[in-house]
């Protein structure tokens, strides 16, 4: 059974450039949750879908940030333009209905030069 | 508002010995508690979750936490540290459960020495 699929697992890109992370979540769950990992910030939620639709931006750090989930097995999250501060580990997680537990893909480590 | 806090960014311990990581949290409704371990450059794992039903708790990997409502404490043991044991944990706090946000607290690095 895949768990949650994330891509690329390293990026590395220029200041200025469009970058755009991806999320295969696991078969059957609902809901999809975006979070960021820095040394300086820990972990912390970006956004988050349920039934495809989001119910939580709020810490979407600015408009240069967006997010979208066009069905039930895909998701995108995009940074135009990028910035060295967007350097983190962008985690992909998911989980359904009642099971009270999120599970985790593999991260996409981002360097903004 | 919910928020953790977890005492001590890093703890080092024996091979064998006693491993204990401090979790306390803040929240104006019943939380639900989990905790998470993450292996370098890997995803985050679940170890245990606390869902309002027992308030000892039992994990993989021999893990356990005890949810204590008068102390707002979450702590995680482990009788006998092993060396693959070594990696960083992250306590959450969520209002909901699994399908609302995890609230995570800053981790700590547990280091094992032989």
């Known amino acids: 059974d895949a768990g949650v699929i994330q891509s690329p697992r390293h990026e590395v890109t220029e200041m200025g450039q469009e970058v755009t992370l991806r999320c295969k979540p696991i078969?059957?769950?609902?809901?999809l949750f975006w979070y960021r990992q820095t040394m300086m910030r820990g972990l912390e939620l970006l956004i988050y879908?349920?039934?495809?639709?989001?119910?939580?931006d709020s810490g979407m750090p600015e408009d240069r940030f967006s997010a979208k989930m066009p069905n039930a097995s895909f998701s995108t999250l995009k940074i135009q333009p990028s910035e060295p501060r967007d350097s983190a580990v962008y985690f992909c997680?998911?989980?359904?209905?009642?099971?009270?537990?999120?599970?985790f893909g593999p991260g996409t480590r981002l360097t903004v030069l | 508002a919910q928020s953790v806090t977890q005492l001590g960014s890093h703890v080092s311990v024996s091979e064998g010995a006693l491993v204990l990581l401090r979790c306390n949290y803040s929240s104006s409704v019943p939380p639900y508690l989990f905790w998470y371990v993450q292996y370098p450059n890997q995803g985050l794992q679940l170890l245990l979750k606390?869902?309002?039903?027992?308030?000892l708790v039992k994990g993989i990997n021999g893990f356990e936490a005890e949810f204590k409502k008068s102390e707002t404490s979450f702590h995680l043991t482990k009788p006998s540290a092993h060396m693959s044991d070594a990696a960083e944990y992250f306590c959450a706090v969520s209002d909901q459960g699994g399908n609302t946000p995890l609230v995570f607290g800053k981790g700590t690095r547990l280091s094992v020495i032989a």
């Open positions: 997680a998911s989980s359904v209905q009642g099971s009270h537990t999120q599970y």
């Open positions: 606390y869902t309002s039903a027992a308030t």
């Open positions: 879908f349920n039934n495809n639709v989001p119910i939580d």
């Open positions: 078969s059957g769950h609902n809901s």
